[in-house]
């Protein structure tokens, strides 16, 4: 095990997927106790070519790869959750699936992203623009002064949209596995054993999460935007789209910079972000710990599952009830 080590992760639904060495493992606890895990050999898109792991493209590429991998993760930890499997296809998947054939869920996928990273656009950086132009309109000139109240609504929109989704109950649930999931990776880099009890004692708040990527994204774009122009709203919007790739590349490499570092810059930029986490991130359960151990053992090769068992691993269920049963306990 190394102190310094590149895992990273996401939750999903009841579960925790994270990315080691050897590839992807997901790991989901099942309504009858069971944890079923799947297990991909997938590289980074920026290891498959040269062009790829250039300083800056990787940080673009990365977004793109993670986006991919997590509605591939989202879509299997959901598959174990759909309440009626067996419902008739509804005319319009008939006529999806009577076009794509074979490729219906690769379409689908690409759909879905495709529809996420418009809504992100639509909600962190038209919207914003939109606004911050209403206050040009009122003799507002000064162009750094319009960037700052662009990028203060811009956050201002992120944290409501943060607080209100944390109400859900699905999604607090969501946010407990992310916890789980810090705090496992916290265990493993300090090299203790992985184990719930030690996880369990880590700290939920991670500095290369992806909460400060997308702060940071935010507070860098402030910079970046204050170099451009400021003439028609649709120029500054095409500005915000064409950089987007640039934003995200410059604050990859920050996040990369602040994991490894522990100088007092690294975590005076960390502070905001870690702040940001007590919003995203949920203390978790014993049993929410066992899933995320579960996901970076695989993930990191120190686990092993085979083909033959429908990479699933059965966890004894009345241990796991017990281990719900004292978790209740205790919060009594």
Known sequence: MKKNCSVGGQAVIEGVMMRGGKGVATAVRKTDGEIAVDFQDIKPLSKKNKFFSLIIVRGFINLIDSLILGIKTLNYSASFFEECEEEELSKFDKWIESIFKDKTNDVIMGFSLFISFAFSILLFFAIPTFAANAFKKLSIDNKIVLNILEGVMRVGIFLIYICIIGKMKDINRVFQYHG?????????????????????????????????????????????????????????????????????????????????????????????????????????????????????????????????DNQQLAVDNENFKELINNEQDKNN
Request: one cysteine or more; proline letters at 5%.
């Open 180 to 308: 789980a999931e810090h705090k496992t990776i916290f265990c493993y880099e300090k090299e203790l054993e992985l184990i719930p009890e030690n996880a369990k004692q880590q700290q939920r708040l991670h500095p290369r999460c992806g909460t400060n990527f997308l702060f940071l994204v935010m507070i860098i774009s402030i910079i970046l935007f204050s170099l451009t122009p400021w003439n028609s709203i649709w120029e500054r919007i095409i500005y915000r789209i064409v950089l987007l790739p640039v934003v995200s590349g410059i604050t990859y490499e920050i996040i990369k910079w602040m994991g490894k570092s522990n100088s007092k810059i690294s975590k005076i930029l960390a502070y905001p972000g870690l702040m940001l986490q007590k919003l995203t991130t949920r203390e978790p359960d014993i049993s929410q710990l066992e899933v995320a151990i579960k996901a970076l053992k695989v993930a990191e090769g120190i686990d092993k599952i085979s083909d033959n």
